[in-house]
């Protein structure tokens, strides 16, 4: 079936260092890619998606780009700050009766100052 | 815009009471609706989601149930709660896009410990 499996957590970075969110899935088909984040006590956000291959979504300095032939869609920023600590949530989104998103299984993000 | 309202936020409830969670949209029509369960330390489950009044697909069998008794009204519930029901519920909704994918909204969450 359809899945997504993200770099296990949790994963802690100083102020201004790069980050990389390992990202991968299985799907038949071609499925639109997300990346959401949750803060703590919050609901989710989204914060980046891409719709079809080679597609990268960018938002706040994040970027992830829809690789087909590796079946993955990595989230990274070149220099992480301290309020982008959250969990982030990789997803896929299927047509399956309706509109669903499998999600992975989230990576918590700690920056330190 | 739309908006989507989830309540409660926290709910601490003992070993078999009843369980009602309610949602709704605000600023949009026939929008399909989701239930979705964030256990400690692990990913988001879909449990139930809808696309249209009074018609509820589930997605694992378990101790809870949903109905959608209007367009925009989706509400969780349990007869009798266990302690495995305890965990984050969130809410979600998107716009019907046949052939397409359009993003989920979310609310809040709902923190539910069973004691």
């Known amino acids: 079936g359809d899945s997504v499996t993200q770099m296990e957590g949790p994963v802690t970075l100083s102020e201004e260092a790069f980050l990389t969110i390992n990202c991968t899935y299985t799907a038949t088909g071609y499925p639109s890619l997300f990346w959401y984040v949750q803060y703590p006590g919050e609901g989710l956000q989204l914060l980046l998606k891409a719709t079809k291959a080679d597609d990268k979504g960018s938002n706040k300095g994040f970027e992830a780009t829809y690789r087909k032939e590796t079946t993955s869609f990595h989230l990274e920023k070149g220099s992480v700050q301290v309020s982008d600590s959250a969990v982030y949530f990789c997803?896929?989104?299927?047509?399956?009766?309706?509109?669903?998103?499998?999600f992975g299984q989230g990576t918590r993000l700690t920056i330190n100052p | 815009s739309q908006t989507i309202h989830q309540w409660p936020a926290t709910l601490v409830q003992p070993v078999g009471s009843p369980l009602s969670l309610e949602c709704t949209v605000e600023g949009t029509s026939n929008p399909n609706l989701y239930w979705y369960r964030q256990a400690a330390g692990r990913g988001l489950q879909l449990l139930f989601y809808s696309v249209g009044i009074g018609q509820i697909s589930s997605e694992v069998p378990q101790n809870l149930s949903a109905s959608r008794p209007q367009d925009r009204q989706f509400i969780l519930s349990s007869k009798k709660l266990l302690l495995s029901d305890s965990g984050f519920y969130l809410c979600a909704w998107s716009m019907p896009a046949p052939g397409g994918y359009t993003e989920a909204f979310f609310g809040q969450g709902t923190r539910l410990t069973v004691v």
């Open positions: 997803a896929l989104s299927i047509i399956q009766g309706a509109q669903k998103l499998v």
